[in-house]
C-alpha cells in the first residue's frame, strides 16, 4: 500500500470528467491496488472521502470513510469505508442542507456550500456488484461533494457567497459554531 500525492487546485486533472470503469477492471488487481492506496491517502490525510482523480486517476471511483463524533463536522454519525465505482445521483429531495466544506484538493480552506439534503446513490461495489444507498444531512453532502470530483467539479465552484469562503483558521475563530456540550 502507499500513500498517493493528492492533485490540488489547478491541476487539470481535476477539472476533466472521468471514464467509466468496466467490471472486469473494478475487479483486476491494478484497481484493488487503487483502492487500498486511496483508503490509505484518505486515512493518512484525515478525510471523509476521496475520488480517483484527486490522486491523478481519471476514474469514476470514490471512498468515503468517517468516525462518530467528527469534531471538524460536527457529526455524531459514522459511515463505514464505502467503495463507489460509477456512482449516479438521483436527488430525493430538494431542500438544501448547507455545510462548510473542505477539500484534500484545495488545502487550509473551507467554503459554505448548499446542497440536496437527502440523494439515491447507484454505483458498482468492489465486487462489481449493483448497490444502492439513501442518504441524508451529511452523507449526502459527502456523496455529492466526491462525485463532483468524478465530473471536474470542486466545491469552490459551489459557493454561492464568496463571503463565506475562509482560511481553516479563520473559518474556526469567526464561523464555526462551538461544538455541543453532552
Not at 52 to 77: C, K, M, N, S, W
Not at 84 to 103: H, K, Q, Y
Not at 142 to 161: K, M, N, P, S
Request: hydrophobic share 40%.
Amino acid at each position: 500500500m502507499a500513500i498517493l500525492k493528492v492533485a490540488r487546485l489547478g491541476h487539470p486533472v481535476l477539472r476533466g470528467p472521468c471514464r467509466a470503469l468496466s467490471s472486469d477492471e473494478i475487479v483486476s488487481a491494478p484497481v484493488r491496488r487503487l483502492v487500498r492506496d486511496l483508503h490509505e491517502t484518505l486515512r493518512e490525510y484525515s478525510g471523509v472521502g476521496i475520488a480517483a482523480p484527486q490522486v491523478h486517476e481519471p476514474v469514476r471511483l470514490a471512498l468515503i470513510e468517517f468516525g462518530e463524533d467528527d469534531a471538524r463536522y460536527r457529526t455524531r454519525d459514522a459511515e463505514p469505508l464505502r467503495i463507489f465505482f460509477n456512482p449516479r445521483v438521483t436527488v430525493l429531495d430538494e431542500a438544501l442542507s448547507g455545510f462548510w466544506e473542505g477539500c484534500l484538493s484545495v488545502p487550509g480552506l473551507r467554503g459554505f456550500v448548499e446542497r440536496p439534503s437527502k440523494v439515491r446513490v447507484d454505483y458498482l461495489d468492489a465486487e462489481a456488484r449493483p448497490r444502492d444507498l439513501v442518504a441524508e444531512g451529511f452523507l449526502a453532502t459527502v456523496c455529492q461533494h466526491e462525485f463532483d470530483h468524478l465530473d471536474g467539479t470542486l466545491y469552490v465552484d459551489r459557493i454561492a457567497d464568496p463571503k463565506r469562503f475562509a482560511f481553516d483558521e479563520e473559518f474556526a475563530r469567526y464561523h464555526a459554531e462551538p461544538a455541543a456540550e453532552d
